[in-house]
């Protein structure tokens, strides 16, 4: 495997890979840097197949899912090992995307953790297609097999965080500043996962009282009549409480919540990546004085077209994070009405108690078990309020900050 890499044909991390094919692979188009460190001439290069410069480490399983995913319309992102022509190799993140009569593709210079996991899962991949001649569909499952296994929910999860990370190594390395929007993407979705873990909290919480209201009706009934009112508590408060936890179970048994906005913001940290890539390649067409054959103005209306495309479908994903938590806010607002009730009948409960004179220290203790559920749940719904405000903050913001990538277009 080391003999692959014994030339690197290197470039900067200031510098952005582009390329154009249409949908046979033929390319039509690229800009000077990807020119250079192919080392080919134009003329050879333009309208040769894209694979003059697949590198023999790569392995096919991962073209295949590649092709599969933009063949199907969506954008791709993967690490690819390319050779150039003299045989040097260079390794790029590539993120292409379907266009109107074919595919353009953005490639940076990868330096994240996950990168270098990634060579090593290669150079495994290629090794069994070699031994156990796989199928590029047989080494694609495997590969899908590895990525679960490091942590990430399937490809899309993996891509999404991969080239996240590699443009925020990328800012690093280049003495920049964070980008605000990733920033805030990455905010949105810690506060879904907060959220998904406060629901998980209230039905952990009915779950340790769940038999307490049986448990108090049976020592009601221990002591005969003159506690039937606090059975009468006991039963209210099972009541009101089991629906409670089936207004939170709404989300929890798909994981509702979390789980939408989570697919929601890798979508749009998706998008946003890709918007960022573009607008940077704008700028360097319009600023490249460099003589080359291509019809610049045309590149950059292709650009401008595909980030304006990214742009629309993130506020079309920031929405539906908005909808989600929307509805998630209606239930727990009948969650919020549900432990009012909850607390009459827990006061109720114990002013009965008084008066009974048989009360033991069980009903006491029963009671105040109830009202600990109480106290638990009221804290989580405050706590839950601040944080779905600060949600609806921030996504307001990437909304706003989508303004700024439009205008620069």
């Given at each position: 495997?080391?003999?692959?890499?014994?030339?690197?044909?290197?470039?900067?991390?200031?510098?952005?890979?582009?390329?154009?094919?249409?949908?046979?692979?033929?390319?039509?188009?690229?800009?000077?840097?990807?020119?250079?460190?192919?080392?080919?001439?134009?003329?050879?290069?333009?309208?040769?197949?894209?694979?003059?410069?697949?590198?023999?480490?790569?392995?096919?399983?991962?073209?295949?899912?590649?092709?599969?995913?933009?063949?199907?319309?969506?954008?791709?992102?993967?690490?690819?090992?390319?050779?150039?022509?003299?045989?040097?190799?260079?390794?790029?993140?590539?993120?292409?995307?379907?266009?109107?009569?074919?595919?353009?593709?953005?490639?940076?210079?990868?330096?994240?953790?996950?990168?270098?996991?990634?060579?090593?899962?290669?150079?495994?991949?290629?090794?069994?297609?070699?031994?156990?001649?796989?199928?590029?569909?047989?080494?694609?499952?495997?590969?899908?097999?590895?990525?679960?296994?490091?942590?990430?929910?399937?490809?899309?999860?993996?891509?999404?965080?991969?080239?996240?990370?590699?443009?925020?190594?990328?800012?690093?390395?280049?003495?920049?500043?964070?980008?605000?929007?990733?920033?805030?993407?990455?905010k949105i979705l810690s506060l879904g996962q907060e959220l998904q873990k406060k629901c998980e909290e209230i039905s952990l919480a009915y779950q340790k009282v769940a038999f307490v209201p049986l448990n108090l009706e049976v020592q009601a009934a221990k002591i005969g009549q003159e506690a039937a009112t606090i059975s009468i508590v006991s039963s209210q408060y099972d009541e009101i409480s089991k629906q409670i936890q089936a207004e939170t179970e709404k989300f929890l048994s798909s994981g509702n919540l979390g789980n939408s906005i989570k697919e929601n913001v890798q979508t749009c940290q998706f998008d946003v990546c890709n918007l960022i890539l573009t607008k940077e390649l704008v700028d360097f067409f319009t600023n490249e004085v460099k003589e080359t054959p291509l019809d610049k103005s045309l590149e950059m209306t292709l650009l401008q077209g595909l980030g304006k495309k990214g742009i629309e479908q993130t506020q079309?994903?920031?929405?539906?994070?908005?909808?989600?938590?929307?509805?998630?806010?209606?239930?727990?607002?009948?969650?919020?009405?549900?432990?009012t009730a909850l607390d009459i009948v827990g006061i109720t409960g114990k002013v009965e108690a008084v008066k009974v004179k048989g009360a033991s220290a069980d009903i006491l203790g029963?009671?105040?078990?109830?009202?600990?559920?109480?106290?638990?749940?009221?804290?989580?719904?405050?706590?839950?309020d601040g944080i779905g405000s600060e949600l609806m903050g921030q996504t307001k913001q990437m909304k706003d900050e989508l303004k700024f990538y439009l205008n620069s277009l």
């Open positions: 495997m080391s003999s692959f890499f014994e030339r690197e044909s290197d470039f900067k991390f200031d510098e952005l890979f582009f390329s154009r094919t249409d949908r046979k692979g033929i390319i039509q188009s690229a800009n000077s840097i990807f020119q250079r460190v192919s080392k080919y001439e134009w003329d050879e290069i333009l309208k040769r197949p894209h694979n003059i410069i697949r590198h023999p480490a790569m392995p096919r399983g991962v073209f295949h899912l590649f092709w599969e995913m933009i063949l199907n319309g969506k954008p791709v992102g993967a690490y690819v090992v390319n050779k150039s022509k003299d045989g040097s190799y260079y390794w790029v993140y590539a993120l292409a995307s379907p266009i109107d009569d074919g595919f353009l593709s953005i490639r940076l210079k990868p330096s994240s953790p996950i990168f270098e996991v990634v060579k090593q899962k290669y150079a495994e991949l290629l090794e069994l297609e070699k031994t156990q001649s796989l199928s590029p569909k047989d080494s694609q499952a495997i590969l899908l097999q590895e990525i679960q296994k490091l942590g990430f929910d399937d490809y899309s999860h993996f891509m999404t965080e991969a080239l996240t990370k590699e443009i925020e190594c990328r800012q690093q390395s280049l003495d920049l500043e964070p980008i605000g929007a990733l920033l805030k993407l990455r079309k994903s920031l929405t539906a994070v908005e909808s989600v938590f929307q509805q998630f806010t209606g239930i727990f607002r009948e969650i919020g009405k549900l432990t029963l009671l105040e078990g109830l009202m600990d559920f109480k106290t638990a749940l009221k804290s989580s719904l405050k706590e839950i």
